[in-house]
């Protein structure tokens, strides 16, 4: 359940009222965190992200999922657990950690992001925010595989809302992402299939900075 730390072998264990009560918490606290279009600080032209194949995305069954083209987009784990707003001096006035952040940051403290020249694309999503009780940024780094794909594909995901310079960064929405995961936690889909589903989505993408 969100925001609290009950785990998810102890959710397993719960009646279906609760589990669908913890379904309905699971999607209302992060679809509210992602409600917000993602930032875009500077402006430049927009970036070439490329088009994500969008066909064949939820067919009804996640589990056995069968590709009708390569899905592609996103960025993987090794880049979100790098570029959070406050990892690199850079962000902080006269590149000193010492020192507070820039003013164009201040509200976007440990929120992630990818830059591209001088421009910072930054997520609705923060270091600290939680997937059952445990911190993203936790998870990127310790949680289980599975886990790991879904905290990335739900940063990756928050980037797409309404913002034209990102738009086909990534080929599932946020509540695509929610609707997996809950597919896998209602024991309707497979874990391990879906980790490797949402593992070659990025195949190891991450961008530079």
Not at 7 to 29: D, W, Y
Not at 117 to 141: A, E, T, V
Not at 155 to 181: K, R
């Amino acid at each position: 359940m969100l925001e609290q730390d009950n785990k998810t072998t102890e959710q397993n264990k719960t009646s279906p009222e609760v589990k669908t009560s913890a379904t309905t918490a699971r999607r209302s606290f992060l679809k509210k965190a992602a409600i917000g279009a993602p930032v875009v600080i500077a402006s430049s032209t927009k970036p070439a992200w490329g088009a994500a194949c969008m066909s064949g995305l939820m067919s009804g069954n996640v589990s056995n999922h069968e590709h009708t083209c390569d899905l592609q987009g996103g960025l993987s784990h090794g880049h979100w657990k790098e570029h959070w707003i406050g990892k690199k001096k850079q962000h902080f006035i006269g590149d000193d950690k010492n020192n507070p952040l820039k003013p164009a940051f201040e509200d976007y403290n440990k929120h992630y992001y990818v830059k591209y020249g001088q421009n910072y694309h930054i997520s609705p999503y923060k270091k600290n925010s939680k997937l059952d009780g445990d911190k993203f940024q936790y998870l990127l780094i310790n949680g289980t595989p599975f886990q790991r794909e879904i905290v990335t594909a739900l940063i990756s995901a928050s980037m797409i809302s309404a913002t034209p310079a990102i738009n086909g960064f990534y080929p599932y929405s946020v509540q695509d992402v929610l609707d997996i995961y809950d597919a896998v936690m209602d024991n309707l889909a497979d874990e391990t299939e879906v980790k490797d589903l949402l593992e070659g989505i990025h195949q190891g993408a991450v961008q530079p900075d």
